[in-house]
Structures are given as structure tokens and as C-alpha cells.
């Protein structure tokens, strides 16, 4: 059972480069999600989409766009990339939005900005 | 001050010892209390979830809500290598449109 899918795993950007994020679930889930991990900062929510067709912000949106391509894709853009914006991404999905019980993770992507 | 306070660790116990992991919150409105456990460079997956107060058992691992206190325990029994793992908090109040929050993540290391 493949689960959540992310691909790249592991990108280095320079300044200022674009490049997006994939993501694909295989689990017939409403909800995706996706965070940023820092270290000491726990995970940071950045943007969600509920259903498709629909995509919210989160705690962390500046810098990122998001696209919910179908029930099984959802995508996160980095337009003009920042070193702030180097960090380990986590998409996630769930059967309904915000399911305390059951969210389920990728195995991330590893993104340093120089 | 973050909503979500969790020792970073790391923390290091000999196996077959009882590990218990803790987080304290400042929102009281906060019902739903998840544990969250992620191995290195995987993404995390979710270990027990209880709602409101009180204690939830599965296997070797216990959940314990104390919402008096504002504070949540998790302990691991007869701990194992291979529950060597960064283990995350998590919360939230539980209405549709709430946030689950996390904390920051205490890692472990369990000594065969």
C-alpha cells in the first residue's frame, strides 16, 4: 500500500528559483495537508484542502501557492524560493477535514535554499 | 509563549526500561490529545489519540490526559529499540473548523 506519495524526497534551490512540491494519495481521502517541520518548531501547517476543489491557508502560507489538482493531487509551489524556506515538507491526507484520529504522512521532502 | 510546550530530549533509557514522555498546553478549550511517532527521515505516524480526560491503553503504550493540569503523558513499558523514535504531541479542540497543533517533538533512544 503506497499511502501518501512525495516526490522529489530530497531538492537544493538557489534563491529565488521556483519548484513544486507533488504529492498523490491512494487512499480515497477527502482532506491533504501540508506542513513544514523546523527544528524546535514542531509541524507548521501551510495550506489544506478540506475537499476538492477547495484549498485554505494555514499558519505559514507567505511564500507558498498550493493546487488540489483532483481527489488524489495536491501540490505546493515555491514561486521565488528563500533560504527561510529551506525545510523538511509533509504532505498528509485524511477521510475528513481536520480527523483527529487519522491523519496520515508522506515520507517528506528535503528542501535547502542557497 | 507556544500553545504546545515539549521537552526536545533527547532522552536516553537502557531497553526494558519505562519511558515516559510529556507535554504541557495553555488552551483549555484543547479535547482531542494525539501521540504522534517518527522514525528518522520518515514522516510521523499516528500512535493513540484519547479524547477529553483520563487514560487509554494499547499494547505497551498508556495515554494519559490530566485537563486540570494541562498536561499529557505518554509511557512506553518494556521499551524496545526499535521504539527508538521522535515522539510527537498533538491537540486540538476538536470542532470542524479547528487546528490540530503540535508540539515540537521529544526524541528518544532506547540502549539494547
Known amino acids: 500500500n503506497a499511502g501518501v506519495t512525495q516526490t522529489p524526497k530530497f531538492q537544493v534551490l538557489k534563491t529565488g528559483q521556483s519548484m513544486t512540491l507533488q504529492c498523490a494519495q491512494d487512499m480515497n481521502h477527502n482532506s491533504m495537508y501540508w506542513y513544514r517541520q523546523d527544528p524546535g518548531m514542531g509541524l507548521r501547517l501551510i495550506y489544506y484542502?478540506?475537499?476538492?476543489?477547495?484549498?485554505d491557508k494555514g499558519e505559514v502560507p507567505n511564500g507558498y501557492n498550493v493546487s488540489r489538482l483532483n481527489k488524489r493531487e495536491f501540490s505546493l509551489r515555491l514561486e521565488s524560493a528563500a533560504p527561510s524556506q529551506t525545510s523538511v515538507y509533509f504532505c498528509?491526507?485524511?477521510?475528513?477535514?481536520?480527523?483527529?484520529?487519522?491523519?496520515?504522512f508522506g515520507s517528506g521532502t528535503r528542501l535547502t535554499v542557497v | 509563549q507556544k500553545e504546545v510546550e515539549q521537552d526536545p530530549g533527547p532522552l536516553s533509557v537502557p531497553e526494558g526500561a519505562i519511558v515516559s514522555l510529556n507535554c504541557t498546553y495553555s488552551?483549555?478549550?484543547?479535547?482531542?490529545f494525539m501521540w504522534y511517532r517518527q522514525y528518522s527521515r520518515k514522516g510521523p505516524e499516528l500512535l493513540m489519540y484519547?479524547?477529553?480526560?483520563g487514560n487509554k491503553e494499547d499494547g505497551r503504550f498508556t495515554a494519559q490526559v490530566d485537563k486540570s493540569s494541562k498536561y499529557i503523558s505518554l509511557f512506553i513499558r518494556d521499551s524496545q529499540p526499535s521504539d527508538s523514535a521522535t515522539y510527537l504531541c498533538a491537540m486540538s479542540e476538536g470542532s470542524s473548523a479547528s487546528k490540530i497543533i503540535f508540539g515540537s517533538g521529544t526524541r528518544l533512544s532506547i540502549r539494547p
Open positions: 498528509a491526507s485524511s477521510a475528513r477535514d481536520r480527523s483527529v484520529g487519522g491523519y496520515t
Open positions: 488552551n483549555s478549550a484543547f479535547q482531542y
Open positions: 484542502s478540506a475537499s476538492e476543489g477547495t484549498t
Open positions: 484519547t479524547y477529553s480526560s
